[in-house]
Each structure stands twice: as C-alpha cells, then as structure tokens.
C-alpha cells in the first residue's frame, strides 16, 4: 500500500521514524528474524536463456560459502513435461563461477563463460603470460561447450587472453566473441616487479572482436588496432555481417563516448562501417529480422551525464536515424524483437517497481505486461513469442524463477496466469518478516519523492518510537525497488528490522525510474 504525505507526519510513521531507541530490542536470533548469517543462504538466479525451441531454460544459481568465504555460480536446466515442467537439474558443479549460458540455434548444447580449471592451463601458477592463465596468475574466463543432456563440459580452443562476451553465429556453426589484446612485454614485465600501479583514466587494453569456427577450433580475428575498443555486439541474421559499438579508446573516461559500426565476419582484417557519430553513448545493436535495420540505445548528448537511454533505428541502406523510444517517460532496459519484428518487448523501472513491457513499433506505446508490484527481473522469451521465463521477488518472497503464456498482441498485465518453476529459496519462508510499506512525501519543489519502510515484525503505532536506520542509495542514479530485503549486504532491510529498527529507503530526486526529469 502506497502512503501519500507530507512531511512533518503526526501519526504512525512520525513515531516509527524517529531517533529515540525502542527499549527490548530483540536479537533475530530470538523472535525468528533473518540473522546475519541466514542472508548469505539466499540464492541469486539470473542469465535466464529459453532454448530456441521453446522447450527447455538454462538459468544460473549463485550461491555464498561462508566457510570458504567464496561464492559460487552454476548452471542449471529446466525442461517442458508435456503442459507443466520438470523439476530444475544442476548441469555444472565447479568451483569456479560458470556463467553466461547460451543456447547453440539448435538447442541440443550450450556454451558459457568459466574460469575453471583444465588441461590446457596446468602449468607453473606463477606465469600469467601462458594462455589459458589469468592476470593473477590463476585461470582466466574461457569458453565451454556442453551437451544440454549432461555430461562433461568441453573446453573450447584457447584464446591468449580472457573472453569477456560471446554469441552465436544464426547457423551455430561460429561464436564471435570479444577479447582484450594481450599485455605489452612491458607491462609484464612491471607486473612481475610489483610495479603494476592503476593511474585514474589511464589507457587500458582495447578489446576486439573474434570469430571463432567451433568445429575447426580456428579463430580469426575481425577487428584490431588502438583506434577503438569493442563493447556490445550482434550477428545479422545471415551471419555475414557483425554489428558492434566501440568506444574510441580503452580510458575509462571514453566510455560514454561508442560509436554503432558494422563489419564482415567472414573477411579478416576488413574496415568497419561507422554508422553513427553522436557524441554521446550509443550502444547495445541488434538487427532487425529481416536484416534492413539496426536497433540501438544512446543518449542524445555531448557530455558525460546521467541520463535516460533512448531507442533508436537505422537503415542500413542509408536515412535519417529514427527515434523508437516508448511515448511514454520511461527508460526502456534491455530489448528484444518480438517474432513478426512488429514490436519490442523490454524491461523498465517505474518508481519501486520493475516490470516487462512490450511496445508496438508502430504506435511505440508501451504495454506493461506484469502486474505493477515486486521485481519482474531476468526474462526472456520463446523464439516464437508464445512463452515468456523470468525471475521474481517481492518484499515478502525470495526470488524464484517463473513462466508464463503470451498472446500474439500482448495486453497490460497479461503475465498473470503463471508456472512457479523453482524453489531455491522455499527456507525463507520459516523467517519473521516485518511489513514493508511504500511511502510518499513532497519535496522542496513540490514533487513527489517515494521511499520504501520496513517495520520490525512486532511493531504498531502503540509500541511507541524505535530507532531508525536510513540506508542511502548509490549510483548516484540508483533505487531502491521492492524486492526480497533479506537476500544481500545490499538488501538487508529485514536484517535490521529484525533487531527492531525501522528502516527508511528513499529515493530521491535523480533515483532511476522516475523518468527523465527524475
């Protein structure tokens, strides 16, 4: 329930909010409150991926050893039982974090991201130059194959330095990939003195773009040189061609600064095709189906700043770029065509919630698919549109993974008749909660500013005042949402209200979701 008020507030939240401590306070040990302890049992799932075929999802679990004081990512599968799910089965079991898994087009194998152990690394730990080991000397990220049946995960050819992100080619036969050039003799030799400092905007090593053929296990390089450094790319849907955006050096100051650009894939050593030249950011390229158009977020802007993303489009036979942003003051987040390239489907922020959204590209007004309460995180959908996989969590229920049907024209909160499909975290329902509550106030300008109170579990207005803890958010563009507050060292509201503090989390003026005048 959504409170509206203005502040000074004479009733129940004046005498919540307030400095004086509540005498009695509980140790959560005690009145069946998270402890400390109990917030690292609470398991992160992301890295949703529906197979194309509709009939199966890998999703990541991350999990923390307190013992070991290390955390821990694996992959799991999920497949279709005729109209229901089977039960989730874990693929990968290192020690080491597994993550980034992406269906091969033909959904029988995967690959992803580890920095496991293997053969090809076995050597002194002490020599980071050799491929296969990474900057510290331990293994550095590489590329794995697996058979989504199970069985053993397969090392793919080495490349001398970490792969940072990857996609397949359409026809799965090729995985482009983006790797940092090497160290410079140089630098080792600097590092291997102890004299390897960090200087503020210093150039670092560009990273370019590779294309590596999976049965041949030869890789060729598509992009090189100090002239740019490679962020985000996309395959157009031939697999002749590669979009990316580049930022025009390796500072960290350049990186407001990409550039959209597309190059062969199939052709080494080929100059790329500079398709934008906005000042400011522009980002995240994807084709449109039927290849006559790039898709991309940027800001219109010519100086660093925090600001809204924009969608935009191109031709790529030539035009004036086109705004495809929502009519609507929202940021739309990461974006995926919808089957008939007729509309988008993205995720967004609003005020203390994040929901699923699909926009019409013709109208581009946004439709949101999820009720408009909790944190609709990690989605994906069928490569026909028909189903849709995410994650979600609210104040009261740890996040689990869920699906549901989609029509062919999706309507506002269509994502309601839905699968529960996991049950990592069914233990955090033994837990005493306190309530959450969203709360409003005016602001020196007269605008609305919302925040998020957690009550201890066994507080009322006649408990008279307890202590108050106000947890500022970062970013500076951060929010606070309502999701699970028992799951992390940054979201650990019920942690202190367990000890019975009240707990404030406001967003203020410049918090994400709250549109482009914050």
Known sequence: MALSLRFPVSAALILALTSVPAAGQEASADNGGPTLEDLFTVKSLGSVQVSPDGQAVLYTVSSADLDENETDTDIWLLRRDGSSWADPVQLTRSKQNDTNPQWRPDSHAFAFLSSRESDASDSSPSDSSRPGRGGNGGPQQKLYLMDSRGGEAQELPVHETAVSSFQWSPDGAFIAFRAADPESDDDKARKKNGRDINVEDELGRPSHLWVLDVESGEAHRVTEGDGFTVGSFDWNPDGSRLAF??????????????????????????????????????????????????????????????????????????????????????????????????????????????????????????????????????????????????????????????????????????????????????????????????????????????????????????????????????????????????????????????????????NPRGSSGYGESG
Do not use: C
């Open 245 to 506: 955006s580049a930022t025009p050096s390796a500072r960290p100051m350049d990186s407001w600064k990409s550039d959209i650009y597309v190059v062969s894939a199939r052709d080494a050593g080929t100059t790329p095709t500079t398709l934008t030249e906005n000042p400011g950011p522009d980002a995240n390229p994807r084709w449109s189906m039927d290849g006559r158009y790039l898709y991309y977020s940027g800001q219109l802007t010519d100086r660093y700043q925090v600001a809204m993303n924009r969608l935009f489009r191109i031709s790529l036979d030539g035009g004036d770029i086109e705004d495809m942003s929502p009519h609507a003051d929202i940021q739309a987040g990461a974006f995926t065509l919808s089957s008939d390239g007729r509309g988008a489907f993205f995720s967004a922020t609003t005020g203390t919630t994040r929901g699923v959204f699909y926009m019409s590209l013709e109208d581009r007004r946004p439709v949101r698919l999820t009720p408009d309460h909790g944190v609709y995180g990690s989605a994906d959908l069928s490569d026909d549109g028909s189903t849709v996989v995410y994650t979600y969590e609210n104040p009261n229920k740890a996040v689990e993974l869920y699906a549901a049907p989609l029509s062919r024209r999706p309507t506002t909160e269509s994502v309601v008749a839905q699968w529960a499909l996991t049950s990592h975290n069914t233990h955090t329902s033994d837990w005493t909660l306190g309530n959450t509550e969203v709360m409003r106030w005016k602001g020196v300008d007269g605008r609305d500013v919302e925040g998020i109170v957690v009550y201890p579990h066994d507080w009322t207005p006649g408990a008279g005042p307890r202590a108050t803890v106000v947890k500022i958010h970062g970013g500076p563009s951060g929010v606070y949402v309502e999701n699970f507050q028992a799951s992390s060292s940054t979201s650990d509201a019920q942690r202190y209200a367990a000890d019975g503090y009240v707990v404030l989390l406001p």
